[in-house]
């Protein structure tokens, strides 16, 4: 009679630490990957941001996309922009990336046709990422802020696309100075 109750109790206890070991990989893993949506609002003001010197001036229309590799927030637009570039880069936009200073990180294989710069004069004072800034053909700051509203972004809920269109079919736009609501990382250090 021993026997068996030995085997039930060792069975029990492999059972219990089989439990246990998931309950804590999955606290780990919701720690540290799912992340609740909180309304963020930032104020986009594009009053000191320029391109540099070999860029700027007329020429053809420029986006520049804003990231920070250690955003969770950036996943939910870069599908949307290699759907962009591989709509806007045909018509002659040209796309390029400015990565949060002192940051490590790739982005993905869709999103190799976007020129890397170093910085941007006037990214500094940039109020969170992910954000994109788009100047027109005469190099006037036509558009800077964030790609949408809300958690994701989508070509259904883009400011980005109507913009584009616009600059494309020579009319003049003016969102230099954008307010919203969203899933944002501070751009600039926090001080602790």
Known sequence: MPKPRRKTLLISLTALLWLAAMIAAYFWFEARYIRTFSDQTALFSGSELRLPEHLAGPGPIRLVHFWDPGCP?????????????????PQGVAFYAVQKAGSQGR??????????????????QLPASPAVAIWDQQGRLAYFGPYSEGLTCSSSNSFIEPILEALAAGRHVNASNTLAVGCFCAWTPTSE
């Open 73 to 89: 927030c950036n996943v939910g637009n870069q599908q949307h922009l290699g759907e962009l570039i591989e709509r806007f880069a």
């Open 107 to 124: 982005l993905p294989a869709n999103l190799d046709a976007l020129q890397a710069l170093a910085t941007l004069p006037g990214s500094e």
